[in-house]
């Protein structure tokens, strides 16, 4: 997790450098508010709660990373529509969950 984190610093820095902005989601927490499975819990209950949030073109066979991915993109999705909250400070430390309905 250590150089996941690492990772992830490293590229918001890239991307602030060209000019680009960048949000920190958490997939589980997303999920949660959601109310989808989180991976851990239910690999197919995770696919089929975001095919039920109208995402389209998910495989059976994804793996729970890239299940997590799709739900980071559907919170920037939810995030730029509005209808997101942020957690934090944008200039420090800021996590993005969706709004809850």
Same mark, same amino acid.
């Given at each position: 997790?250590?150089?996941l984190t690492k990772r992830g610093i490293a590229l918001k820095r890239k991307f602030k450098r060209l000019g680009l902005n960048s949000i920190e989601i958490?997939?589980?927490?997303?999920? /949660?508010?959601?109310?989808?499975?989180?991976?851990?819990?239910?690999?197919?209950?995770?696919?089929?709660?975001? #095919?039920?949030?109208?995402?389209?073109?998910?495989? &059976? /066979?994804?793996?729970?990373? #890239?299940?997590?991915?799709?739900?980071?993109? @559907?919170?920037? @999705?939810? @995030?730029? &529509?509005?209808?997101?909250?942020?957690?934090?400070?944008?200039?420090?430390?800021?996590?993005?969950?969706? &709004?809850?309905?």
């Open positions: 997790m250590r150089m958490f997939p589980g927490g997303s999920q /949660d508010v959601l109310g989808i499975p989180r991976k851990q819990h239910s690999m197919t209950g995770l696919r089929k709660g975001l #095919e039920n949030l109208g995402i389209k073109g998910l495989r &059976k /066979d994804m793996n729970g990373d #890239e299940l997590d991915a799709v739900t980071g993109a @559907y919170t920037a @999705y939810l @995030y730029l &529509k509005g209808k997101a909250d942020i957690l934090g400070t944008p200039e420090k430390s800021a996590i993005i969950l969706p &709004k809850k309905v």
